[in-house]
């Protein structure tokens, strides 16, 4: 493999983790959708379309270990295909994420919930957010975002810590709704999950720019 | 470095043919020279030795003669036997077998001999000589040093006159050559200059040799086009970029590779891309769009074309793939407009039919009913008969509000500019709904006080202001209340038409003037309502160039607001 076509296969990879980045928002609006309208059509729909990220994320893989084998690259190009490995897979668990809410959209359907309560709402936005940005800003390698988004996941910490309180207090005052709030604890339970996600992969983007793994306490300091 | 080893190529090309020409000249010489030299020797020894025998001949044999003819080497005289008469030769002397000599043996044989040998005492290679006379043998000794010391002499001075003349030739041919060379020089830094500066270079090239000047001349002329013709191709080009850059739709140019060459601005805006470089970067990775991947993806040969929505607005995105799989042009055509307009009018003629239709049916129903015998049935018959009556008067006035609409829409009414007094108008509805309003117990009220002249038609004028009212009193609840106001704002009159009726939610005032749009679903029988005042009301304040809001509060009232611009200087 000549240096042209090495390039040539980094810029490959390059071009479908973002592709896979701008997949996972689809997947997430679709949810959303699927969420606020309980449409149990397009949750099976997305819970279907689950396999096809997956095969995404292992063509990535394959493609980021044959590359290492056979070239055996280093510094900054081996730093990106370890990035490309960690963050397809931190994308996969994200859409994992979200096949499983909408696999509680149908269970609230079964539970006869109503609308969705504004606090899970916001947390699906503020995710939603999160995601969108991530992959703005690995496609753009622009650490400003990445960093601004491992300090917004605290925000989303904090989000899940108000539902959990306040879905405690809902059960203890409807005890004949106890199915649906436990089921919007599993959400927000997935949206924070999605939220540390987004911030492994802030931590990756920052690394492959970087070649530095920083944890919180010392991330302003890059 | 080229140009020099050109030059120094030339200047020892030109020196070679001298330097052999000079060497192998010096050769000749020396060999002549030292032929004659040799010649010389022979011939001298030649004298002496007849000389010699003369002197024999007459008898005179001594020491004496020998040293006498000492000249050129040291001379022995020795008899057939051996003996020796006389020498000049110390070494000779002092040996005894002299005819064990080589040069004598030589000589005893062949009358002339010759040998070189080392002489151990004198240390020192020594050519003798041997002559036979007719009883005697003569032997001159000669030190080689001699010879070898006269050719160093000789050659010692060919070489000095070939190192002079070469020198000499080569300083005047460097001379010669960096004199010649020159021109060709000057003529190199044109060139080079000029391909550097991107422009005609200023040397001076009038004082170039005829021939370099034709070269230096053609050169220039090359250029000058070449300059033009790029300078024509760069202002195409700008035309071309420019033209597609302030292109409505969105532009992007990709290579085989999915990587952006060309961008332009709409399409930059489209998907939120800085207006850093980006050329020569991925589509995807810079667009973050997949289905726009997998639309180029699937346009191999093919122009295809799909629907997009990205950030809530639909495009229609058009593929070309280019020949020999160089890449693809990407068009984003925004439909969102289209795709509304299109929605509007399915609905116009969905809500047009049914407008129609429902007079239409009812009026037949009765008419059948009717033929079947209720006809005979006179209090029947009177009552269907009014049915009838009702529902062709709805029937009439839908027409004529869809004519006078579609009139005003192609603006078929002329926009005649009479003078309008907005006070008097008002008046004059107030007075016309006056006994409708007092049916249920609704006041009135025009609180304009003052005259206010707008210009325009009347007849359209007065249509808006009926439309309002009515619709005021018709939406209004018992007891209520219409009052209108005017108020002057900057460049133009605000007239308020206020009721205090049922309201309009924030969900149907953005609709309300879309034609048939009815907020109160129940009252689509009601045989006033057609679903085109507010309708008429817009498109009769865009001839005035005027516009219309409305506020409205559930359950409170709404208050339409009409602005209508002062239009003074138009008229004049």
Known sequence: MSRGSFDQALNDVNQEIVELGSRTIQVLEKTRVALTNLDEKLAKQIYDEDDLIDAKEIEISEKCMNIIIREQPIARDLRFLLTALKISSDFERICDHSAQITKLTRKLLKHNAGTLPGGVEEMFNTTLDLVRRIVKAYATSDMEIALSVYEDDDRLDQAYKMMVKWIKSKIENNVDQVDQYIDYLFISKYFERIGDRTNSIAKWIIYKEKGTIRHYYNMKNL | ?572
């Open chain 2, 1 to 572: 470095m080229k140009k020099k080893l050109w030059k120094r190529r030339l200047f020892i090309s030109f020196l070679i043919p001298v330097f052999i020409l000079v060497v192998s000249f010096m050769a000749i010489v020396g060999i002549i020279s030292f032929r004659a030299y040799d010649n010389q020797l022979n011939n001298d020894m030649k004298s002496i030795v007849s000389l010699i025998d003369r002197d024999i001949r007459s008898g005179i044999v001594n020491e004496d003669i020998i040293i006498k003819y000492d000249v050129i080497g040291k001379i022995s005289l020795i008899d057939e036997k051996g003996k020796l008469i006389s020498s000049s030769d110390n070494a000779i002397k002092a040996e005894k077998n002299l005819l064990g000599r080589e040069e004598v043996k030589e000589a005893l044989r062949l009358e002339q001999g010759s040998s070189l040998r080392y002489d151990d005492i004198k240390s020192e290679y020594i050519f003798y000589k041997a002559y036979m006379l007719s009883n005697e043998i003569i032997i001159i000794a000669i030190p080689l040093i001699t010879t070898i010391e006269m050719i160093i002499a000789v050659f010692g001075y060919i070489l000095l006159a070939i190192v002079l003349t070469i020198g000499i030739a080569a300083v005047l041919s460097y001379y010669f050559f960096n004199r010649n060379i020159k021109p060709m020089m000057i003529l190199e830094k044109y060139i080079r200059r000029t391909y550097k500066q991107k422009s005609i270079a200023e040397v001076d090239i009038q004082s170039l040799p005829k021939e370099l000047k034709k070269i230096a001349d053609i050169f220039k002329k090359t250029t000058k086009s070449l300059e033009e013709s790029a300078a024509n191709e760069e202002e195409q080009k700008l035309y071309l970029f420019s033209t597609i850059d302030t292109m409505e739709d969105g532009f992007i140019a990709i290579d085989e590779l999915n990587n952006i060459r060309l961008i332009n601005r709409s399409a930059k805006k489209i998907f939120e891309l800085d207006t850093e470089d980006i050329q020569g970067s991925n589509l995807m990775v810079q667009t973050q769009n997949f289905q726009l991947i997998d639309a180029v993806n699937e346009s191999e040969e093919k122009p295809t074309t799909r629907e997009i929505i990205i950030e809530e607005q639909t495009y229609k995105l058009t593929i070309y793939p280019l020949g020999n799989q160089k890449g693809k042009l990407i068009t984003l055509n925004d439909i969102t407009k289209l795709n509304q307009l299109e929605n509007m009018r399915k609905e116009f003629v969905s809500n047009v039919s049914h407008e129609l239709k429902t007079p239409l049916t009812a009026i037949r129903g009765f008419v059948e009913t009717l033929k079947d015998g209720a006809i005979e049935d006179p209090k029947t018959a009177g009552k269907f008969l009014k049915i009838i009556d009702i529902e062709s008067q709805r029937l009439e006035k839908l027409i004529s509000d869809l004519l006078e609409l579609s009139s005003i829409e192609s603006n078929k009414i002329s926009r005649l500019n009479v003078d309008i007094d907005i006070k008097s108008v008002a008046d004059s509805a107030v007075e016309a709904y006056k006994v409708t309003a007092a049916k249920r117990n609704i006041s009135l009220a025009n609180n304009i006080e003052t005259s206010q002249i707008i210009k325009g038609n009347l007849e359209l004028f007065k249509a808006m202001i009926y439309n309002l009212v009515s619709n005021a009193i018709k939406y209004n609840v018992e007891n209520g209340t219409v009052t209108l106001t005017l108020k002057e704002v900057a460049d133009g009159i605000l007239l308020q038409v206020s009721d205090t009726g049922i309201g309009i939610s924030n969900d149907d005032l953005f609709r309300i003037f879309e034609r048939f749009y009815k907020v109160d679903k129940s009252r689509s029988y009601d045989p006033e309502s057609t679903g085109l005042g507010l309708s008429i009301v817009k498109h009769i304040l865009d001839l005035f160039d005027g516009d219309i809001s409305v506020d409205s509060i559930l359950g409170e009232g709404t208050t339409f607001k009409v602005y209508l611009p002062k239009k003074e200087d138009k008229n004049e």
